[in-house]
Every structure is written in structure tokens, then in C-alpha cells.
């Protein structure tokens, strides 16, 4: 009994040291687990491209791209009205249509929102991204680049409405003092920053035939500077609009569709004129931008949509009846689209806007609608314009685009030759209103349609009332608007 | 020689020659415990003589002496017994009763025991015994009134367990629920266990004892002990119970003639009222005075609730061999029809001496339990539903309110909720034990708990249609248009939830005593653990409704309009982590205690995974010391302690996740490409709460130990607590949580214990407690952080607000100023701006109370035991949810009904009928102070000393809240749940019930 006693107490004396041994050696590797999904933690190179994509996909939100953002860059203008029944107010486009919108207005709040939300995805992209050492080195740039032109498209955007803003590049350390997080960045610096973010696209980005053809959508170099014109045009730049689009014109990679009101058809996407436009696929399942087809539809028995950012009577007729942009840009009531589709007179406004209209998902909530951001036609517009200002070509670009629409030549454009094509060629592509501001007669243009525009105010949108509240005061209101 | 052996010789000696000299008598008898179990080796002697003997093997005893002698029984740890010899020569059973003595008592603490005496934390013990007394199935309950500092917000729907908080609330965003520990076992509740299986519950209270469960121990620990079995012959308990149970007070419903009244006037006022022009018709109809139903719908819901309870258990073994093994059924059926709960445990705990220096022992438990769960939200329909509808109509139908309220028909409520839930607990743990010296220890203890718990639901939608309204037939239920989809006729949908968790706990143990005067006690080990928690759920439509469904996903094919549907849901948790703990006593008078406990657990980011606890404590036995020896005091001590402790039951999004939810079709053919952020719906350090811990503690006793009782102050701070966090939308991320937050809980718990006995026959003794605690958020530490909102009554109205200052769980309402000339509240303007708005709200208390009382008081008097408890919380408010969403042509309460405001009898308090949704407002908010009658319990033990087969046999009766004392209107004022949802809001609460019990305890 001993005997069997001893070698059994040796025998468990060896187990319970071997387990002690086992259970001390092994503790980092016990504690990996395969995890359901991917952490903060595992974040690697290959979530780069992904990283960009969720920025991309930003662009499809109603915030940045549909209802809110019409408010302000078309409801707002003289081109658009709110439309839709007088009793739907679409919580608050009756107040931009009049200019009567506040601090307090939903798609201020909105717009604001969703645009910094775009620039933190941007943000993680860029910052995430330049650490990933195994990370091809051209595709590492080509991403970040694609970032940062999209960051750039952001702060533009919101730069042109709310004037000044935070200028926010990390994840913000929420521990840090208030002021140093949201203090308002001045116009100057803000367009400062975006040139910056723009010049380094254009080292690194590739021209839009070099992609695959899987890839189109993608930032371009030809995007990027075409968007570094456009922001030099809104600060009046001249040499730079020049120099940029001459760039662009002389690159070969771009060129007008000859049917005007083929672009916004299916057929038109990403074709020789697109520069950058936002990417929808309408079939199931579908990834689109958020309802922007759906509240512009048609609306009433027959319709398809809400009838929000109607055509207004002063766009209608200030087109010369021989232009074929006017149909191509306006569903008039009555009217059988060019996909067959008749419009009943039932619905219940007289003009919807075309350019939102999806020939294939009509009332998805999710349309296969690209939204055109830049297109070579605006390059050939900027060009005449800064042409105008600094004594070059203006003819020449200018009648390009208005042969395309059924126009003749003019000989030697006017400064408001300019400017009225431009608002026919870019009609609901969401520049009019700060176009008006842009070249100084919003007051003129607005204030003769009974519009109240006031000088020294709506120049600028108001910033948000609540981040305002939850800045504790950092973020001072735009004048006018306290 | 020592002197032992001497005297034997010589008491040897002299009883041999008494007993030549004097013709003596032999007097007999046996020697036993409280339990009834023989006593070996008692000593049994003439008093102020040398004569004396010992018990045998079985307890018993002869002893030679002589009528009017007086003899004397010793033994160790028992009361010495006295008595004078008659002329009765069989002594028959002598009971020597166990001596209650402090020095001896052995708490048992996290990875071990210690001696009471050497003990420099605050813990509190509950016996087995206690819980024994009378009826309780689910031990947590039991704890109610029984240690200070310890909150059981009790309920009594059947299965469910009580809330439990210690020393205050100390996370919002958290787990709040104390860990629990049975038999090395760490686990989130004891509903499984027997009541009658428990040898102990250790409670611990201060971070010197919980800081070795290191990011477990923030919310305190329960450490359950399971009985052992005992050498000796097999003996056996049984145990079983009978009672009845039934709503203890019942709010007063308005009849149906009263609501009649009351809804015509609410009509009438509303097509008056100049301020709401676009009156809702459905609400414009005035109600007939003749009505031909007057239900009460909480009678036709409720029944008398009945329990029954069996426990039979079995104890004995060899000197290396013990078991213990007990079975016990519960069944409960609820007081709401067809609401029951049931439950059956098995245990089995060995323990096995393998060699000198091996031991060996395993507790091993089973769980079943079926529970049939019904909604409690039919306790506010009955509430609500008029009692002008009919539970049938003539027609046999259910009786319909739809054309006046939106009010559930009760009964149809209750019967058509198909629902089961199945229950099986297997937890076991089996440990080693190795001598490796005689004062050093090497244990290994490996242990599994799983869950297996499957939920079916059967939805009959055509039936819940047709419930709905009279017109309803089973040709209108699908719609109307074509192009609409079918609605299924019915849904089964079933869950099985599985959780599967394995300990393995190695720790060494030194414990020893050197020149009687250093002990040291010293544990260092390494524990690991991983919890794997897995579900799937699946339901099928259309599956046809027939008695043996039987919940079988399997009925119906696809061919003829069923659908299924499925999906699941896995994780896994691993933790790892070294302990440690020093005890230092000197001369068992100065005592020195420190712990630490290293965490790393997997569910952290990387950086955030390792944590330190520990903690430092000392005592001082004043009352050993020279100059203390003509003091009062039989014993003075006092201790103190630090420590920092960790929660890590933080919110289950723990982990910063890349989402990748952000798809763009790029490409001609717009492929749809992933798109992944970090969108961060909290922060990425998120990790443990860390608690820090002052404790004062003083233990005394005085009047021969008659009375003694413990003091603790403590200040506990969550340093670190997880808020809400609303970041401006520059920052571009949603809110999210964060460590930015100072939760106190300061308080003082005392303890006073009084024992004594009036004669031999007359013993009674009398515990009580008083806890005291102060919860506040004290500190904000980021300018970001937001004023939580919560407590929701479902109608757009909320009740509740996180923020600085104030305790959590606080109310925040509107204050009504007064009833206007028009019956209307009105509310004062807080902010004096002239207007009445969100910004008039102010704070009114907190749901949770501040002070805590309980008494226990016990008395034996020959063979009759006598318990009562008594309980009581004080100083907290709660909110009559189910009043304040009484809406549009719902039933009110009687006294609502009778003090309303009219134009002839104008009110100052009751405001006029209306049928719009009340501000949630402090006339909602009532104090929730209650002291009730725990249990009163009488028992008598029957002689059983002529029984060949018993033991013991005890017969009682109690009764549970017999009697309560409340200032509350509703039905209850324990309203336990989350702190920002219903605790303390009393909406589809479970009511308070009284219930009256008969049992008996049999030992054989």
C-alpha cells in the first residue's frame, strides 16, 4: 500500500508540475483567437483598398449627393424650385426656395454632417494607408491620392457653402481642448489646404485610359486637376484655370458626347466626356445613391417619384428655343421620354428635372443613376472663361459646346455670353447658386425674381445651430446669420 | 510522562477502585449533535471528581455514578453540558450544541478559507442553515435582508432571479451583477442551484478580498459552497414544501360606469379644448351609461399562484470515501394563468483521500428546467383595457376595444403567447490536491459549466387577427391588393443558445506557523478560462397549428407556401491570468494582507488586454493587546484596506471593428467592390472600469460575546466609468463610448448581532443590519460627454437622465405647480424664461435607495422554532410608468376616477379627464420607502427519540410577505432592470405577491 502510495504521489506530483509548466509557457498564444471579424487590431494592407472604396461610398449618401444637398445647391438657385405638392415641404426645401432656410434647417445640419463624415473615412484611408510598408508602393500612392482627391471634392464642397471650416486631417483625440479641435479654418486656408490635397493627386494619379476597365470611377489625374480648376476658378485664378484645363484639353483622354441628352442616358456612363462621376448600379442587389432619382421623379397619379427641385419658369425660357439642352434637361408634363415613358398630365408639376431621371429603376430607392461631377464640357467652359478674363481664345472653347447644342457660333463672346452657358450647359449639376455668388451678381440675378437675397449674408450658408451648441461656442456663426 | 496520559492512569486508577469499593450504577446514553450525528470521543465526567469516561465509535457511553451526581460533557467546539443524575439509568440522546466561537470560524474567500479572526476584508457569510429554514427556490432571493451592504431587488415572477447590487451601483454603461463563484466555478447566477445543497455563501464586499478576481470583482463576489458529505452512516434529508401565493395589494380600477363617465368628460374636453382644432374623430365619440360588461381584467388574468417543492438529499462515507448527493424538484404555477416555471437539479459532490498526500473531490450539478413565459406587459393591458369590453363576446369571440383605445384584449393577450424555454445547466468541478509538504499545498482544479438553452415561439397570426375585431374573418386577413405579399398564417420560430466555458485553476498553497507566533498564508497561481457562446435560430411560416407540433421546424414543405429562415451567432472568450495573495499574522494580533491578480483577456484591442489588480489590507486585535484586558470588549479589532478592482462586463461592442458595410460598384459593368471604416461606435481603448476602494472596518463583541457586531465605512470610485459620448458631426464619427466618467458610491454598513438564552428551553438571538450608501457621478472628465437619457415609458415621454452631480438612476421630469382653472397641470418654469419646455425638467432622486434595513430575529423555545425577517429601503423614488402612459379611452384607477378635477368639484392635485398623453411629471413619481414581514416561519420538532427510522422530524408554516408597508401606489415597489431602461419604472412589472407555505424537514 505504501509502496503503490509513494508511486502514485510521484506520478501525480509529475502531472500537476508538467500542467503548471504547460499552463505558464502558453498564455500569449491562448489568448488568439480567430476572430469573426476583422478589428482595429488587424487592419492591413489588404483593407487599403477597401478603405478607399467606404470613402468613395460616402458619395452615395443622401446627405452628400441627394435631398439635402439639392436644398442647397439647386433649390436655392434661380434654375430650381422645391416643386412637389404645396403641403410637403420636404421638411424644410420650401424655406431654401425663398432663402428663408436658418442655422436650424435640417439639410444644413445634414449637409455639414455627411461631408465630415466623408472626410474621416478619407482621413483613416490616408492615414491607415501610408503605414502599410507592404503595400505595393504605386498602388499605396494611387490610393492615397484617390483619397485625398475625394477629401479635396469634401472640403470644396463644403468650403463653397459654409465658407471657412474646421479643417480636420486626423482621428481626433477627443481629450484634446475644444478650440484646438474646432476652430474655424479661414476660406483661404481651407482652399489652401484642398490645392494641397489636390496638387499631390496629381503627382500620383493615373490618366483615366491607364485604368482598368473594371476600375472606372476611380479618381483620375485628369479629375484631379480638373477639380484643382474649378476651385482656382472660385477664387479667381485665372492663369491656373487656364494652365490646368489646357492640361486637360491637350491630354486626349476626354471629348464631348455629340448628343447632349445622351450623357445622363444609361449609355452615357463614364463615357469620353466624364471626368468624375459618381458610380450607381441600379439591379439587385442595388448600390446607388440614396433616393436622388426617387424624390426628383415625377410626382402625382403616373409619376414615380416625390417632385422635389423642379425646373423653374426663368430656367425654361431663358434657353433660346433652338437649344437642344432644354429638353434634354427638363421632363415636361405631357411628354413622352425618350425611353417611351409618357409623363400623364396627371402629375402635378408642370417640369421635372431629366437628369435625375432613371430610364431602368425609376422608383428604386436606389437608382442605377450616376451622378456627373465633372465633365469635359466644364473644362472647355472654365477655359473660355479665364480665356475672358485674361485675353486669350474664348470663342473657340465656347462654340465647341454650344455647336453641341444645336447653337451657333457666336464671334466674340461676352463675359455674360460665358456665364449664361454656363448655366445652360450645367443646369442641376449643382454649381448655379455659388456660380452666382462666384462671379458677384447673386444679389442682381436672385433679387429681380423677388428673391430676398442679402448681401453681406447669403453669400454664405449658415453652420449648423448644433454643432455650434456642441462646440461650445468654438464655432462662431457666418455673418448674418447669428 | 506528559500530564495527559498521567491523569488517565490515574482517573483509570481511581475509577477501578471505586468501583471495588462502592457497589455503583451504570447509567447509559448517546452523545449527539444538533444534526442528530453520534459525537466520538465527548468526554463524559463526574463533576469535581477524577471519575469519566469517552464515547464509542457510535456516541454512546456508560458511566458508573450515583443518583444526584453531577455529570459533565466535554467536547471540542461544543457547549459544555451539565446535569444531575436521577434514577433513570438510560440517559436516552444528549444533544451537545455546537459552540458559536469567532476564533474558530473559517470564511471562505476567493481560492481559499481563512480564519475569521486573521480576516482584514469585509466579507459577509450567509449559512446554508439560514436558507434552510423556509422555502426559497432561488438562493439569491434568500440573501435579501441578510448581509449589510447587499441590495436584492427582489421578484417574484416565477424562475427569475432577483437583482443583486453591493455597495452601490457603479457602472451605467457596464454588467452591474456581481460575480458569482459556486465551488470554483465562476459563473453569472445561481439560479441553478438547490437552496438546500448550499453549505455556505461568502459574500465579498471590499477590494482586500475581491481584488483576486481581479476585472470580475468591481460589482463584489458571491462564492457558493455546496455541502460535502460527512463521515459516518448514509443519513438522509428530505425536504418539501406546499404554497400559495397571490398578489399582495391590488390597485383599485375604475368600473365600467366610472370610465364611461370619466371618457365622455376627457371626450367632451377635447372637443372644447380651443388649443386642439384638429380633433382626432375616432376619439369624438361619446360612450353609451348603459354598458352591458363591467370586467376586471386582473381577475380574469390572475389566479392563485402555487409552488411545490421536494429536495431529498444523502450524506455519509468512510474516513477516505464522502458523499453527497441530492435531487430536488421545484414547480411553480405563476399567478398570471398559464405563466409556470419548473425546475429539477441533481448533485453529486465527492470528495476522495486517493494517498497520504492525495486528495481528491469533484462537485458535479445538473439542471432541467421548462419555463412557459408570458408576457408580463398583460399585467399593464389589464390595467389599461376598459372594463366596458367583454373578455367574450355573445358570439364567443374576444372582446375587441379597437374601435376606442389600442388595447390588447388581456386574455387573448395570455392565450395566444405559445411560447416555451428549456433550460439544461451542467457545471462541474474536479480538483486535486497535493501534500507536497505538510504546509505547502499544490492544487488543480479543472471546471466546465455549460448551457444549453433552447426558445420556441409559435406566432398564430390569423387567430391574433381575428382577436383583433369583431369584422375580422379569416377572408379579409390577407390584403387586398394583389400585388401585396401573403402574410403568413403562422410563424414557429425556435433559438438554441449553447454556452460552453472550461476553467483550469493551478495554485499553490503555503500555510504555516512559526514559534506560535508568524503565520503566514500565502497562495500563487495561474488560472485560465475560455467561454465559447453559440446560437442559431431558425423559423418556418405556415406551419400548420396542431397540439403535438411539438415545435418541430421540420412540418410543413416548401411546396406549399412555408418559408424558412435561419442565421446564427458565435463568440469566444478567453481570459488568463496569475493571482496571488499574502497573509501576514503576528501572533494572530497584527495582520498584514496583500493581493494581486494579472488579467489579460482576449475581448480587449491588443494594446488594452493586460490589467494589474491588487490590493493591500491590515488588521490590529486590539483586544488581545496587555492593556485591553479590563475592557469591555471580548473582542476589538479593526482593519483597513485598499485595492483596485476591474469590471470587465463593458458593453458587448468592445472591440473596435472595421466595418465593412461601405460598398461602390466601379467599372463598365458596376462590379460591387467591398468598402470597409473604422466608424467607431467607441473608442479604441476601450477596456475595464477600474475601481478603486477604501474600507474602515470594525468587528466587535461584548458581554461575553452576547452581543457582537462589525462597522464598515467604505469609499468606492469608479475612476474610469464608460459614458456616452456626443462628439460634434465635424468629427465625422457616430457617438460613442468612452472612459470619461467618476461613478462614487460612499457608505457605512453596520451589523449588530444579539444571542442569548433565558433558560435551557428559551434561546433566541436577533441579527440585524443597516447599510447606508451615497451613489453619485461625480466627475466628467471630457467636454464631449452626454446627458444620457433613458427610463422610456414607450409613449415619446422619457423619465430618466445621466448627469454630473447626480445619483445614476435619477428621475428628471417636469414639476407640476398645480391643477389651472381649466383642470390642466401646470408645470413650473424651472428656468424662470418665461416658457414651460424641456428646459423646466429638474432632478428628482434616484430609483435606487440610499438606505438599506433588515432584522432577523429567531427564537427556540423547547421544541418550537420561530423566524422572522424583516426588511425595508428607504429614500428612493419610482415612477408609475403604467399610470403616467395611460392614454386615449383607457381605464383609470379608482381613486384617479374620484379626486379628477371638475368644473363643480375643481382639484388642486387630480387634473380633469383627458385623453392625451400626460408630460411625464413628478405627479407620476412616488416615494418607493417600504418595510414589509420577509417571512415569518414556525416549525416544531417532534420527539423522535423513540423512532427506529427518524432522525428528525420538523414541521413548519410561513408566510412571505404577509404584510407590507408601502407608500407606492402600483403594485410593486422593487422594480429591478437596467438603470437607463424600466428600474424603477413600474411598467409590465411583475407584482409584489404574499405567499403562505407548509413543509416539513425529515431525517433519516
Redesign the interface.
Known amino acids: 500500500m505504501n509502496r503503490?502510495?509513494k508511486n502514485?504521489?510521484k506520478y501525480?506530483?509529475c502531472l500537476?508540475i508538467s500542467?503548471?509548466a504547460i499552463?505558464?509557457s502558453c498564455?500569449d498564444k491562448?489568448?488568439?483567437?480567430?476572430a469573426?471579424?476583422?478589428?482595429?487590431?488587424?487592419?492591413s494592407a489588404e483593407?487599403a483598398?477597401?478603405?478607399?472604396?467606404?470613402?468613395?461610398?460616402?458619395?452615395?449618401s443622401w446627405q452628400v449627393s441627394s435631398f439635402s444637398w439639392n436644398a442647397i445647391s439647386s433649390i436655392a438657385s434661380d434654375d430650381a424650385d422645391k416643386g412637389s405638392d404645396p403641403g410637403d415641404t420636404g421638411a424644410d426645401k420650401h424655406l431654401f426656395d425663398i432663402l428663408a432656410h436658418d442655422a436650424t434647417s435640417i439639410s444644413i445640419?445634414e449637409v455639414?454632417?455627411g461631408h465630415?463624415?466623408?472626410?474621416?473615412?478619407a482621413?483613416?484611408?490616408i492615414n491607415r494607408i501610408k503605414l502599410f510598408d507592404d503595400l505595393d508602393l504605386e498602388l499605396r500612392h494611387r490610393l492615397i491620392g484617390e483619397a485625398k482627391f475625394l477629401r479635396a471634392l469634401f472640403y470644396f464642397r463644403l468650403v463653397q457653402t459654409y465658407g471657412g471650416?474646421?479643417i480636420?486631417t486626423e482621428t481626433?483625440d477627443?481629450?484634446s481642448p475644444?478650440e484646438t479641435?474646432?476652430r474655424r479654418a479661414s476660406k483661404n486656408e481651407v482652399f489652401e489646404f484642398i490645392e494641397n490635397d489636390l496638387i499631390e493627386s496629381i503627382n500620383v494619379l493615373p490618366e483615366k485610359s491607364t485604368y482598368?476597365?473594371?476600375?472606372?470611377?476611380?479618381a483620375t489625374i485628369g479629375a484631379a486637376k480638373t477639380l484643382l480648376a474649378k476651385v482656382s476658378l472660385y477664387q479667381n485664378k485665372w492663369e491656373t484655370v487656364l494652365e490646368l484645363t489646357n492640361d486637360v484639353i491637350k491630354s486626349g483622354e476626354y471629348n464631348l458626347t455629340p448628343n447632349y441628352e445622351d450623357i445622363w442616358k444609361e449609355v452615357g456612363?463614364?463615357n469620353e466626356e466624364s471626368i468624375f462621376e459618381i458610380?450607381?448600379?441600379g439591379?439587385l442587389?442595388s448600390?446607388g445613391v440614396d433616393q436622388y432619382s426617387l424624390t426628383q421623379g415625377a410626382r402625382g397619379v403616373g409619376g414615380w417619384g416625390w417632385g422635389f427641385n423642379v425646373p423653374s419658369e426663368n430656367l425654361l425660357n431663358s434657353y433660346d428655343p433652338n437649344d437642344l439642352r432644354r429638353d434634354a434637361t427638363i421632363i415636361f408634363r405631357g411628354e413622352t421620354l425618350y425611353d417611351g415613358r409618357f409623363v400623364p398630365e396627371t402629375v402635378v408639376n408642370p417640369m421635372y428635372n431629366q437628369k435625375a431621371y432613371s430610364s431602368a429603376f425609376t422608383d428604386y430607392q436606389q437608382t442605377?443613376k450616376n451622378i456627373r461631377i465633372l465633365r469635359y464640357a466644364e473644362v472647355l467652359l472654365m477655359n473660355a472663361e479665364a480665356a475672358s478674363q485674361l485675353g486669350g481664345d474664348v470663342a473657340g472653347p465656347l462654340n465647341q459646346v454650344r455647336n453641341r447644342a444645336g447653337l451657333e457660333s457666336v464671334n466674340n463672346p461676352s463675359q455674360i455670353d460665358v456665364w449664361n452657358e454656363r448655366r445652360w450647359e450645367l443646369a442641376f449639376e449643382h454649381d448655379r447658386y455659388f456660380d452666382l455668388v462666384r462671379q458677384g451678381r447673386a444679389a442682381t440675378v436672385l433679387q429681380s425674381l423677388g428673391i430676398p437675397f442679402k448681401v453681406g449674408k447669403h453669400e454664405l450658408f449658415p453652420i449648423?445651430q448644433?454643432?455650434i451648441n456642441?462646440?461650445?461656442g468654438i464655432?462662431k456663426q457666418n455673418p448674418g446669420w447669428e | 510522562m506528559s500530564s495527559k496520559t498521567s491523569s488517565l492512569i490515574h482517573i483509570t486508577l481511581f475509577v477501578f477502585l471505586f468501583t471495588i469499593l462502592n457497589a455503583q450504577n451504570f447509567y447509559s446514553g448517546t452523545v449527539v449533535d444538533e444534526n442528530s450525528s453520534p459525537i466520538i470521543g465527548a468526554a463524559i465526567f463526574i463533576k469535581n471528581s477524577a471519575v469519566g469516561t469517552q464515547t464509542d465509535f457510535n456516541g454512546e457511553f456508560i458511566l458508573e455514578a450515583n443518583i444526584d451526581d453531577v455529570v459533565v460533557m466535554t467536547y471540542i467546539g461544543f457547549e459544555d453540558k451539565e446535569f444531575k443524575l436521577n434514577v433513570k439509568k438510560d440517559l436516552g440522546k444528549i444533544v451537545l450544541i455546537e459552540k458559536i466561537d469567532f476564533l474558530d470560524e473559517v470564511v471562505v474567500v476567493g481560492y481559499g478559507n481563512q480564519m475569521k479572526e486573521i480576516l482584514t476584508s469585509s466579507v459577509s457569510s450567509v449559512s446554508g442553515e439560514d436558507l434552510t429554514i423556509e422555502p426559497i427556490i432561488n438562493a439569491n432571493q434568500a440573501l435579501q435582508g441578510k448581509a449589510a451592504g447587499v441590495q436584492i431587488i427582489a421578484s417574484d415572477a416565477p424562475g427569475s432571479s432577483s437583482q443583486v447590487i453591493i455597495r452601490g451601483l457603479g457602472t451605467i454603461q457596464g454588467g452591474r451583477e456581481p460575480l458569482y463563484v459556486v465551488d470554483g466555478v465562476l459563473t453569472n447566477n445561481i439560479n441553478n442551484i438547490n437552496t438546500s445543497d448550499i453549505e455556505t455563501i461568502s459574500i465579498l464586499k471590499d477590494a482586500a478580498s475581491l481584488a483576486i478576481y481581479g476585472n470580475r470583482g468591481a460589482n463584489g463576489v458571491v462564492i457558493v459552497t455546496t455541502k460535502r458529505g460527512q463521515e459516518g452512516k448514509f443519513s438522509f434529508n428530505i425536504n418539501s414544501s406546499l404554497g400559495f401565493r397571490n398578489i399582495s395589494k391590488k390597485t383599485p380600477m375604475a368600473d365600467a360606469s366610472s370610465f364611461v363617465t370619466f371618457s365622455n368628460e376627457a371626450i367632451y374636453w377635447n372637443l372644447n379644448s380651443d388649443s386642439n382644432p384638429y380633433n382626432d374623430n375616432s376619439l369624438s365619440y361619446f360612450f353609451p351609461t348603459n354598458q352591458l360588461y363591467n370586467t376586471n381584467w386582473l381577475e380574469e388574468v390572475s389566479q392563485l399562484g402555487l409552488i411545490t417543492n421536494y429536495n431529498i438529499s444523502a450524506s455519509g462515507g468512510q474516513s477516505d470515501i464522502k458523499s453527497f448527493t441530492s435531487f430536488s424538484l421545484n414547480k411553480e404555477e405563476g399567478i398570471l394563468i398559464g405563466n409556470s416555471f419548473e425546475r429539477a437539479t441533481f448533485r453529486n459532490n465527492i470528495n476522495f483521500k486517493?494517498?497520504?498526500?492525495?486528495d481528491y473531490s469533484h462537485n458535479i450539478s445538473v439542471q432541467l428546467a421548462n419555463s412557459t413565459p408570458k408576457s408580463y406587459g398583460v399585467f399593464t393591458s389589464a390595467y389599461k383595457q376598459s372594463p366596458i369590453v367583454p373578455v367574450r363576446d355573445k358570439n364567443g369571440r374576444y372582446g375587441s376595444s379597437i374601435a376606442f383605445n389600442n388595447v390588447a384584449n388581456p386574455v387573448a393577450q395570455l392565450n395566444l403567447q405559445n411560447e416555451k424555454q428549456r433550460y439544461l445547466k451542467l457545471q462541474g468541478s474536479f480538483k486535486?490536491d497535493?501534500k507536497?509538504i505538510k504546509s505547502l499545498v499544490?492544487t488543480?482544479r479543472f471546471s466546465i459549466e455549460t448551457n444549453y438553452n433552447r426558445f420556441y415561439n409559435f406566432e398564430n397570426r390569423l387567430a391574433k387577427y381575428l382577436s383583433l375585431e369583431p369584422g375580422n374573418t379569416i377572408n379579409n386577413f390577407q390584403p387586398t391588393d394583389p400585388d401585396a405579399p401573403e402574410i403568413p398564417e403562422t410563424v414557429l420560430n425556435v433559438s438554441h443558445n449553447n454556452d460552453y466555458r472550461w476553467f483550469?485553476d493551478?495554485y499553490l498553497n503555503y500555510n504555516k506557523n512559526f514559534n506560535e507566533k508568524h503565520n503566514i498564508d500565502a497562495t500563487i497561481g495561474?488560472v485560465?478560462e475560455a467561454n465559447k457562446y453559440e446560437s442559431l435560430f431558425g423559423s418556418r411560416t405556415n406551419v400548420p397549428e396542431e397540439s403535438n407540433l411539438n415545435f418541430n421546424l421540420d412540418l410543413g414543405s416548401n411546396n406549399d407556401g412555408t418559408e424558412e429562415s435561419g442565421g446564427g451567432f458565435?463568440?469566444?472568450r478567453?481570459l488568463?491570468s496569475y493571482i496571488s495573495r499574502l497573509n501576514y499574522a503576528y501572533l494572530n494580533k497584527y495582520m498584514l494582507n496583500a493581493s494581486y491578480r494579472r488579467d489579460?483577456?482576449?475581448f480587449f484591442?491588443?494594446?488594452f488586454?493586460h490589467g494589474n489588480f491588487f490590493a493591500l489590507s491590515a488588521g490590529w486585535f486590539i483586544s488581545e493587546e496587555y492593556f485591553m484586558e479590563n475592557s469591555p470588549f471580548d473582542k476589538l479589532k479593526f482593519r483597513i484596506s485598499y485595492g483596485e478592482l476591474g469590471n470587465s462586463q463593458i458593453p458587448s461592442l468592445n472591440?473596435?471593428?472595421?466595418n465593412?458595410g461601405?460598398?461602390?460598384?466601379?467599372?463598365?459593368?458596376?462590379?460591387?467592390?467591398?468598402?470597409?471604416?473604422?466608424t467607431a461606435t467607441i473608442?479604441?481603448d476601450l477596456t475595464w472600469e477600474t475601481t478603486s476602494e477604501y474600507n474602515f472596518g470594525i468587528e466587535f463583541a461584548l458581554l461575553n460575546s452576547k452581543l457582537n457586531g462589525e462597522i464598515d465605512l467604505y469609499k468606492k470610485i469608479n475612476e474610469n466609468a464608460i459614458l456616452p459620448?456626443?462628439?460634434?458631426?465635424?468629427?465625422?464619427?457616430d457617438p460613442f463610448l468612452?472612459h470619461v466618467g467618476e461613478i462614487s458610491n460612499v457608505g457605512a454598513e453596520l451589523s449588530i448581532n444579539w444571542t442569548d438564552n433565558f433558560t435551557d428551553n428559551l434561546t433566541y438571538s436577533i441579527e440585524s443590519n443597516l447599510a447606508y450608501n451615497q451613489n453619485e457621478l461625480s466627475k466628467v472628465?471630457?467636454?464631449?460627454f452626454a446627458n444620457q437619457i433613458g427610463g422610456s415609458i414607450n409613449n415619446g415621454q422619457y423619465t430618466k437622465k445621466v448627469s454630473l452631480g447626480q445619483p445614476l438612476g435619477s428621475f428628471f421630469l417636469y414639476d407640476v405647480a398645480g391643477i389651472d382653472d381649466k383642470g390642466q397641470f401646470v408645470y413650473k418654469d424651472v428656468n424662470n424664461d418665461g416658457e414651460v419646455n424641456e428646459d423646466d425638467r429638474r432632478f428628482f432622486g434616484s430609483f435606487i435607495p440610499s438606505i438599506t434595513a433588515a432584522s432577523n430575529i429567531k427564537v427556540e423555545f423547547k421544541r418550537f422554532d420561530f423566524n422572522l425577517n424583516i426588511y425595508g429601503s428607504f429614500d428612493n423614488k419610482v415612477y408609475n410608468g403604467k399610470k403616467a402612459q395611460r392614454f386615449g379611452n383607457e381605464n383609470m384607477e379608482k381613486y384617479v376616477f374620484n379626486n379628477r378635477w371638475t368644473t363643480e368639484r375643481p382639484s388642486s392635485s387630480t387634473p380633469r379627464a383627458s385623453n392625451s398623453i400626460p408630460l411625464s411629471s413628478n405627479y407620476f413619481l412616488e416615494s418607493g420607502d417600504f418595510f414589509r414581514i420577509n417571512n415569518i416561519t414556525l416549525g416544531y420538532t417532534f420527539n423522535s427519540s423513540n423512532s427506529k427510522i427518524f432522525k428528525k422530524i420538523r414541521a413548519y408554516a410561513t408566510a412571505k410577505n404577509s404584510l407590507i408597508l408601502k407608500r407606492f401606489s402600483g403594485y410593486t415597489p422593487e422594480l429591478p432592470g437596467n438603470p437607463l431602461g424600466l428600474a424603477g419604472v413600474e411598467l409590465d412589472a411583475y407584482p409584489t405577491l404574499s405567499s403562505y407555505f407548509l413543509g416539513v424537514n425529515l431525517s433519516f
Open positions: 503503490i502510495d502514485l504521489n501525480v506530483c500537476l500542467l503548471y499552463h505558464f498564455s491562448f489568448l488568439e483567437t480567430n469573426n471579424e476583422i478589428t482595429i487590431d488587424a487592419i483593407q483598398v477597401e478603405l478607399v472604396n467606404s470613402t468613395y461610398n460616402i458619395l452615395l445640419a455639414w454632417e465630415y463624415n466623408g472626410i474621416q473615412r482621413n483613416q484611408a471650416v474646421p480636420i481626433p477627443v481629450n475644444i479641435l474646432l482598368a476597365d473594371n476600375q472606372l470611377g476611380r456612363e463614364n458610380q450607381a448600379k439591379e442587389p448600390v442605377g449648423p448644433v454643432q456642441l462646440s461650445d464655432l | 486517493v494517498s497520504n498526500k492525495i486535486l497535493y507536497i499544490m488543480s483550469l493551478n495561474i485560465a458565435s463568440e469566444e478567453k488568463y489579460s483577456a482576449n484591442n491588443k494594446k488586454r472591440v473596435v471593428r472595421f465593412q461601405f460598398p461602390y460598384p466601379f467599372g463598365s459593368n458596376q462590379d460591387i467592390q467591398q468598402g470597409g471604416t473604422i473608442q479604441e459620448m456626443e462628439l460634434p458631426d465635424t468629427f465625422g464619427f468612452s472628465t471630457n467636454q464631449f
